[in-house]
């Protein structure tokens, strides 16, 4: 069962939040810098990560789960979310050249199934980075966040999960070195520092961004040998099992054309 959108609302509107929304966006932005001429699709809860990347699109959309619920964004302006299943998005195929899946697939009940849609809706080319619960971290152990909950994942079981759904990993980085606890918020800058020099397995979120790649293929080209039968333009045709004699009134008006033309 997934949280609610009130609930992840509420956790992203207390300092800890903000500061795992600071965090996980900064790797967004390391990894794909501008959007701009872009389409970007945001799934699962993304929408707080999206505020910069959004402003620079050409068209920037967010989906979220039916069994978790939708909330408006952005907060001015007409809005671009709606909610959907997310095993069949009501997007058409190769139109998103960035995607941002954020509390996606640890809650899903279908990850595989989430993942192929998610190649389906990308662009040729197109990239997606996955924001999931690392197994090892102290946010999966805490439940007083969204990381907290369902499934917690390492970096070879969520490479394995990509490349299942024909997706090409491309690279990978860690976030939320910062202990899930409110008073360690305000020093959230040296704990990410600081842990991804001493303790880099510990952090609480990875991040994977992988690419949809497509590949043309050339078929094959094969000879078939086919029997060919020729027939002599000017060989005389049998009649009655022989060969008809020029002077023999059997024989066929093509010889006898050539035996009178001789006589003459």
């Known amino acids: 069962m997934r949280q609610g959108v009130l609930e992840l609302r509420e956790f992203y509107a207390t300092p800890l939040g903000q500061t795992a929304r600071q965090m996980v966006s900064r790797k967004v932005a390391e990894a794909w810098g501008s959007a701009r001429g872009l389409d970007v699709l945001a ?24 069994d978790q619920g939708v909330e408006t964004w952005p907060a001015v302006g007409a809005n671009r979310t709606c909610l959907a299943d997310e095993t069949a998005l009501p997007l058409p195929n190769a139109l998103f050249d960035r995607v941002l899946a954020v509390h996606a697939l640890e809650e899903s009940g279908d990850p595989l199934g989430l993942l192929e849609e998610i190649c389906r809706v990308m662009a040729p080319s197109g990239r997606v980075i996955l924001a999931v619960t ?20 390492s970096r070879r079981q ?39 020099l001493l303790w880099p397995s510990f952090a609480g979120v990875i991040l994977m961004e992988a690419v949809k790649q497509t590949f043309a293929v050339r078929p094959k080209g094969r000879v078939a040998r086919a029997p ?17 004699h020029p002077g023999d009134s059997r024989a066929s008006p093509l010889s006898r054309a050539a035996s009178e033309e001789t006589s003459s």
């Open 134 to 153: 690392a197994r090892r971290g102290l946010w999966a152990n805490a439940e007083n966040n969204p990381f907290g909950h369902g499934r917690s994942f």
């Open 43 to 66: 799934l699962g809860y993304a929408t707080p990560f999206l505020d910069g990347l959004g402003e620079d699109a050409r068209r920037a959309v967010a989906v979220m789960p039916t």
């Open 228 to 244: 060919v039968r020729v027939r002599p333009a000017f060989a005389p045709a049998p009649v009655g099992g022989k060969l008809g």
């Open 158 to 196: 969520l490479e394995r999960l990509v490349r299942e759904a024909d997706l090409s990993p491309l690279s990978w980085t860690r976030a939320l070195y910062v202990p899930p606890i409110p008073w360690a918020a305000r020093w959230s800058e040296g704990f990410e520092q600081v842990g991804a």
